[in-house]
């Protein structure tokens, strides 16, 4: 989906170009950030038409130090299990419910949350952790310490899975196993 420019500029968000997921800044002439319903259904509107994730950061760049973003994802989708070594991850639900689950090292699941609008969540540093949205879609804050460098921010397990197939039967063992 090509993304309207005008409804870009309107919200005053520049899209990030470089990055893996479709992104999107705040113009850096913007001194106090407001993020609103607009912008809610914005992520919603065009999640819809693609079926893809889609983030807003409220922080500058990639080297701000503290990074915080309102993503949607999808409950389709796959999110890789991986720790972050200094800081943990924060979410704040906004709509829908969000599962995280905490592994041990050799990938066995440990605990599981269930997040729900209005609650929130602070995984602990150096803690493999995934995420698996639980409704059609999810939308939530996150926000983490330290600036982003790409390939070492975050570490993925060994036994993290690689293949599609590996990914489904993930999903849905994240899903179905009792802990």
């Given amino acids: 989906m090509k993304v309207d420019k005008k409804i870009i500029n309107k919200l005053g968000l520049i899209e990030d170009k470089k990055a893996k997921s479709k992104t999107f800044f705040f113009k850096k002439n913007k001194k106090n950030i407001i993020f609103n319903k607009k912008h ?13 994730d889609i983030r807003i950061c409220l922080h500058k760049n990639i080297q701000s130090i503290d990074q915080n973003m309102i993503l949607i994802q999808n409950r389709n989708n796959f999110y ?10 924060t979410y704040h639900i906004i709509e829908g419910k969000l599962l995280v689950c905490f592994f041990s090292k050799n990938g066995k699941i440990i605990e599981k949350n269930i997040l729900s609008k209005n609650q929130i969540f602070k995984t602990p540093p150096n803690v493999y952790h995934s995420t698996k949205p639980l409704t059609k879609s999810v939308i939530f804050h996150e926000s983490r310490a330290g600036k982003f460098i790409r390939g070492k921010s975050s570490v993925f397990p060994a036994w993290c899975p690689k293949t599609e197939v590996e990914k489904k039967i993930f999903n849905k063992k994240l899903l179905n196993e009792k802990i």
């Avoid at 809610?40 to 893809?52: E, H, M």
């Avoid at 890789?80 to 991850?89: E, S, T, V």
């Fill in 80 to 89: 890789p299990p991986h720790k972050h070594l200094l800081c943990g991850d």
């Fill in 40 to 52: 809610i259904n914005f992520l919603k509107k065009y999640n819809l038409n693609t079926k893809s």
